[in-house]
């Protein structure tokens, strides 16, 4: 039976894995993605048959919500996150691992013809910490959040695991490091962010993801508040991931009790942040949750992954859940819904 709604599963061990009736049944799209490791997946805002896909063998682009996919260039690179412009879809940001932080690459590639050519934006290693800490980090180049302003595409936002939060306000020509407004110091905790989101309604709100919080701007960056979704606030601290829903006014964050925990959870916000509540899932998860898909023409659909192969789908915005009895492998933010 078809459901209303698809959802697809990216996993670093068993390639990409599709549903169209729930969760019920996958199936797997051709080889040419079902061999790789897939870390993003996320739809064409303003055309849902669009589904893009990050892997460790480039970007990858379906017109047929998953059914085919091709090759789109970025031999060799790593994408960890993709943004598509909401008012010119044929604007793609996609988000890389560099090398290494020693022979560091830009962080940020841009298309503006649809996928077919990639060039490389001046998003880039922006050293915060003496040398020998540098080198402790050196695996930590991952560009871990990226997300296009729903209410003037110009400005573009993104986070860097290790290295803070990046802010372009000319649709990614130039960037400007944004660490020296956030709140705390420049140590590594205070800098190390995996995920963003732009709410647009009631009104415009930044959300920046780091280890154990969920920071908010209502100036573009200017000024940050901790909303205290995380650290103090829950048993499970450490927050991984944010889905905003109903126009930015649900936030969903995912968690668990460290990185690469035993146990993880989702909470919910209804009020943008200033308050927050423990989702129950029907059973203990057995890893932190890492990736939260909704859409807007899929109204009610959550779907939420854990880090090691658990998926849980709500259809009313979170406060029913069931378990997939599909697991998977490990997973990170390859977890995108469409409607059907």
């Known amino acids: 039976m078809v459901a209303d709604f698809t959802f697809f599963v990216g996993t670093v061990g068993r390639g990409l894995s599709i549903s169209r009736d729930g969760g019920k049944t996958f199936r797997r799209p051709d080889p040419l993605i079902a061999d790789t490791r897939v870390y993003e ?30 090759h789109m260039g970025l031999d060799g690179q790593w994408i960890w996150r993709i943004a598509v412009d909401p008012v010119d879809p044929d604007t793609i940001f996609a988000g890389i691992k560099t090398l290494t932080r020693d022979h560091p690459g830009p962080w940020i ?22 040398a020998p800490r540098e080198q402790q980090l050196t695996e930590l180049n991952r ?22 939060v990046r802010r372009s306000l ?22 190390d962010f995996h995920d963003m989101a732009v709410c647009a309604n009631p009104s415009k709100a930044v959300l920046a993801q780091r280890n154990n ?50 146990v993880g959870g989702v909470r919910r916000s209804k009020d943008r942040c200033a308050s927050w509540e423990d989702l129950d899932l029907p059973n203990q998860t057995n890893s932190p949750v890492y990736g939260i898909g ?15 192969g658990e ?25 995108a819904v469409v409607p059907n």
């Open 143 to 164: 560009l871990t959040g990226l997300a296009v302003d729903p209410t003037n595409h110009n400005n573009i936002w993104a986070c860097v695991e290790a290295d803070g």
């Open 170 to 191: 000319d649709g990614g020509d130039t960037w400007t490091n944004l660490n020296a407004n956030l709140p705390g110091d420049q140590s590594f905790g205070y800098i």
């Open 109 to 130: 590639y841009r298309s503006r013809d649809g996928g077919r050519s990639w060039d490389a934006t001046s998003c880039n290693f922006d050293p915060v910490f003496p």
């Open 294 to 308: 909704t859409h807007p023409g899929a109204p009610g659909v959550v779907v939420a992954g854990t880090r090691y």
């Open 213 to 262: 919080e969920i920071l908010l701007s209502t100036d573009e960056g200017e000024t940050w508040e901790e909303t205290g979704a995380g650290v103090g606030n829950w048993t499970l601290p450490f927050v991984r991931c944010i889905g905003t829903a109903n126009e930015g006014k649900t936030v969903f964050i995912g968690s668990g009790d460290t990185a690469t925990g035993v």
């Open 41 to 70: 997946v996320t739809s064409d805002p303003t055309n849902s048959d669009v589904v893009w896909a990050g892997t460790d063998t480039g970007i990858f682009k379906s017109d047929d919500k998953g059914q085919t996919f091709q």
């Open 311 to 335: 998926v849980y789908v709500s259809k009313d915005d979170g406060d029913w859940w069931v378990k997939v009895k599909t697991e998977f492998s490990e997973l990170r933010r390859g977890i």
